[in-house]
């Protein structure tokens, strides 16, 4: 068997992109993160799969008998934020202007796998078998569609209407109604002829994070930068790591290190943090065996790229071994940090405000091994797109509180999304 010289990331995205229309890589950069971060994974084409377009489509028991089915096999999958409404029994608003999926699972007809800094090794005899093509074929950049978009993004909120939504969210709170919560902007606009890897390279290069992603299935795309780990299972261990707290970095190091103690001694984002980590530690008592939830770090900062990060880690002892994927997500999806507390009611007051779909933000992407470990993202820092109507989206929120000031709110929001602006700013047309 002829082998490529070098087994690329590239190499492997262009195979892809060229045979199938269904691929994707997840990336956690190699970098140093409390329980791991994502392993490099690229699965291409589709061996078998279970999709669920709408709610109606979607069955708890088919997707359990999807995952079992393949146990042994390696899954990729993405969770849209909409499964929420057979969790929780709520109104179906199904407005999302990008259509994506509700669930989508995979099993890949080839994976490539990357452990640390280890060279790309085929998984199987059949992705061994994809090898000598891979050697032969040619996929000169120059051959890529020109990157372009066709309008520049325009806000569901504009700045006014953010700050007059911030102080009706204020009432609520006043009201004792919610604690906390996470209310997003969304900002879409059109496109054509992107080459996804390249924009996917080039988001990264922006802002490498641990739990990045490139997913195309079909005509849906999803390019993330993710600092935020929504679930991990290792083996009878779950591991959830919320985020809230965010600092953009500065150019100037001592300024820079000074913007870090800031967040780190901020009370405001401390006790916002602190409310997520209560709920998540309910939500994993739900599953968890008695007394084996555990806070292993509380409000520690990490250093990303772009920003500094409040992270808090949070873990338990599953009470029963063969739970069961469903009974996971019904305990602990959509995660606490994208929808705040309580999380029922937040949920509610989310769909009355935000008057568009989350779509697959909020929600997950990730993988299931083959002993069913797995692990997954929450979905922010993220463009989406649909090839088909040439649309692309991408959103940003904060965690609103009594102590929330409205403008510094919609700055976070800026701080947030610059790696996604700073991308769309390099290919509008």
């Not at 909020?362 to 463009?383: A, C, E, H, K, M």
């Not at 609103?400 to 390099?426: F, G, H, N, W």
Request: proline content about 4%; hydrophobic content about 35%.
């Amino acid at each position: 068997m002829i082998v490529p010289q070098v087994l690329s990331s590239q190499l492997l995205l262009a195979h892809a992109a060229a045979h199938f229309d269904t691929y994707s890589y997840l990336n956690g950069n190699h970098i140093a993160y409390p329980h791991g971060a994502f392993p490099r994974l690229i699965g291409m084409g589709i061996r078998d799969e279970y999709v669920a377009y709408h709610e109606s489509d979607f069955s708890w028991t088919a997707m359990n008998a999807f995952i079992q089915k393949h146990k042994g096999n390696y899954l990729l999958s993405y969770i849209n934020y909409g499964l929420k409404n057979r969790i929780e029994q709520l109104t179906v608003k199904d407005n999302d202007p990008l259509e994506f999926p509700l669930v989508h699972f995979y099993v890949p007809l080839y994976l490539f796998i990357q452990e640390g800094t280890q060279p790309w090794k085929a998984y199987d005899k059949a992705s061994e078998e994809l090898l000598p093509s891979l050697n032969t074929e040619s996929h000169p950049r120059s051959a890529q569609p020109q990157q372009a978009l066709a309008s520049s993004p325009v806000a569901q909120f504009s700045h006014d209407e953010y700050i007059s939504v911030i102080q009706r969210i204020k009432s609520e709170l006043a009201k004792g109604n919610i604690y906390e919560i996470n209310f997003c902007n969304s900002y879409k606009g059109s496109f054509h002829q992107l080459d996804y890897s390249a924009l996917y390279k080039q988001l990264n290069s922006i802002s490498p994070m641990p739990f990045s992603a490139l997913y195309k299935h079909k005509t849906h795309v999803l390019l993330s930068a993710s600092p935020e780990r929504f679930l991990q299972k290792k083996n009878n261990r779950l591991i959830s790591q919320p985020i809230k707290g965010t600092a953009g970095r500065l150019a100037d190091s001592s300024q820079d290190e000074r913007q870090k103690s800031q967040l780190e001694n901020s009370l405001k984002e401390r006790t916002e943090n602190i409310m997520i980590v209560d709920l998540v530690r309910n939500d994993l008592s739900k599953v968890c065996t008695g007394g084996s939830v555990v806070v292993e770090e509380l409000c520690k900062v990490y250093t990303f790229e772009k920003v500094h990060q409040m992270i808090s880690t949070i873990t338990g002892e599953l009470e029963k071994s063969e739970i069961t994927f469903s009974e996971l997500l019904q305990a602990l999806f959509p995660m606490g940090s994208m929808t705040g507390a309580p999380k029922l009611k937040a949920m509610q007051l989310i769909d009355e405000l935000e008057h568009e779909d989350r779509g697959l933000f909020s929600g997950t992407v990730g993988y299931i091994q083959p002993n069913g470990d797995f692990d997954f993202n929450v979905i922010i820092r993220s463009l989406l797109l649909n090839e088909e109507k040439g649309l692309y989206k991408f959103h940003a929120g904060s965690a609103i509180t009594m102590a929330s000031d409205a403008e510094l709110e919609y700055q976070e929001c800026d701080v947030k999304t610059l790696p996604i602006r700073m991308l769309l700013k390099k290919i509008v047309g």
